[in-house]
């Protein structure tokens, strides 16, 4: 019996040292290899910060130097889902909201102002790699919410080149955030301020409130807003190099990006942090400097497929590359496990800019389609008798829906994932006037 139990303690212990051992051979391997590899993640991060602190400019002209002063005068503004309501054409203007606008008509100013300046350039401090401090985009918001505002309160009292002034600002100022810093955020913040002057100004093309020499300009506004809007392969780049940054930065371990520091962090956890990354000799630094390298295939192919998802005879091979793209990645994710943790999906934000560039190019349609009415005094039978290069939808590769009720028409989108009906994009064109069009849309909403 005693035979016995000194057979079982040996095996006990054989197997807690096995464990030690394995446990130490883990840690020193994946120690080696870090070492190894921290030069390259050093070069990596070096040269991430050199290309981004070349993008930043520090000269007189930056809309940043008016945009921050509205986001600072904005920081006091309530809620505004009042006004939210109210652009989306739901309810009329209220002492509420026509008070908001008059409290803040110089954060207007600073917005239009800004909108003028020859660029802009957010002094993000890349140094600090993804840690960088962000905009006050939800003050930003608030700021372009009550430019939208006046500039739709000016639409319902005719002041319609006024309203066009403000709601061309607010465009101006989401292409600026998009394309003034390569990051994933800053473009879908541009895509959301965009999409509150759209919504406004499709209501002016809807109810038949412009003339011809404003619709001209639309026109022209919206195909210089599409031709300039930045790829999201930039901004993924963009966000990669602050990754580079931020893991060039850590000289021992990571598992402090995710855990907190390594002194707080328990054994187990550092262990499993490196066991994890068994494909790569349990060594995060090169798990992550390999995923680095495989994410600038990623990008190129993004790149390519971006280019090609906008051209309707392109778009159903582009789709289908974006696809098989998407699944080499979870593929890719599932052999590199602590690189899938930080990879971005941008593929919902894809089809977000696909969709925020459908509607674009639905309101131009609906502007040639307005000015053909100012001057034929109807609407076109068919779509062929406007300019033959607007009129293919490129999420299907085929004509614009398109149906004439005589005293109005509907041109009509399912949008870029045709399978899903919440894609679908419509826009009826009539020819009331703005103060009979909002009485009409307005009045489900009264109650």
């Known amino acids: 019996m005693a035979r016995r139990s000194s057979k079982t303690f040996r095996v006990i212990i054989g197997i807690i040292v096995a464990i030690v051992g394995l446990t130490l051979l883990v840690l020193l391997i994946g120690v080696i290899v870090d070492k190894v ?5 050093k070069r990596a991060g070096d040269e991430a910060l050199e290309y981004l602190t070349n993008l930043k400019r520090d000269e007189p002209g930056n809309a940043w130097d008016f945009y ?10 309530k809620s505004d889902k009042i006004l939210s309501r109210y652009l989306n054409g739901n309810i009329e203007v209220t002492q509420e909201i026509m008070k908001t606008i008059l409290d803040n008509l110089e954060i207007i100013e600073k917005i239009m102002e800004g909108a003028r300046q020859e660029f802009y350039s957010y002094p993000y401090e890349y140094e600090k790699g993804a840690e960088a401090e962000l905009p006050d985009y939800m003050s930003l918001r ?16 005719g002041r319609t080149d006024a309203s066009l002034n403000g709601l061309f600002s607010v465009m101006i100022v989401g292409k600026h955030i998009a394309s003034g810093a390569p990051m994933l955020i800053d473009q879908m913040i541009g895509i959301v301020i965009v999409d509150k002057a759209l919504k406004v100004l499709e209501i002016g093309i809807s109810s038949g409130t412009f003339n011809d020499s404003q619709l001209e300009s639309i026109a022209e506004f919206l195909v210089d807003l599409e031709k300039h809007w930045p790829l999201l392969s930039t901004a993924l780049d963009g966000d990669s190099k ?9 000289q021992k371990g990571y598992s402090s990006l995710f855990f907190g520091s390594e002194s707080e962090s328990k054994f187990i956890r550092v262990f499993v942090f490196r066991f994890i990354c068994w494909r790569h000799f349990f060594s995060p630094k090169l798990s992550f400097l390999r995923g680095f390298k495989y994410m600038e295939d990623y990008i190129s192919e993004l790149k390519e ?17 974006e696809d098989e793209l998407q699944e080499k990645i979870k593929v890719y994710c599932k052999r590199n496990l ?16 696909l969709e925020y560039i459908t509607k674009i190019r639905m309101l131009h349609l609906s502007s040639e389609i307005s000015s053909f009415r100012l001057e034929s005094g109807r609407f076109p039978q068919s779509l062929e008798e406007i300019a033959k290069y607007l ?3 490129f999420n299907t590769g085929k004509v614009w829906e398109y149906t004439n009720y005589e005293d109005s028409v509907t041109i009509f989108s399912p949008g870029p994932d045709i399978s899903d009906k919440k894609d679908d994009i419509s826009i009826t064109l009539t020819g009331l006037g703005i103060k009979q ?6 009045k489900p909403h009264k109650k």
């Open 142 to 157: 608030k700021a372009v919410s009550v430019t939208c505002a006046k500039a739709f309160y000016d639409l319902e009292n």
């Open 37 to 41: 590899t921290q030069p390259s993640i």
């Open 437 to 442: 069009y909002l009485a009409k849309r307005r």
């Open 391 to 393: 009129v293919v939808d």
């Open 242 to 250: 602050t990754m580079k940054i931020s893991f060039a930065k850590s």
């Open 305 to 321: 497929i971006e280019e090609e998802s906008m051209k309707w005879e392109k778009r159903a091979e582009a789709k289908k590359r």
């Open 68 to 77: 921050s002063l509205a986001i600072e005068k904005s920081r006091d503004i």
């Open 338 to 353: 602590l690189f899938g943790f930080v990879i971005p999906n941008v593929f919902s934000m894809h089809r977000r800019k």
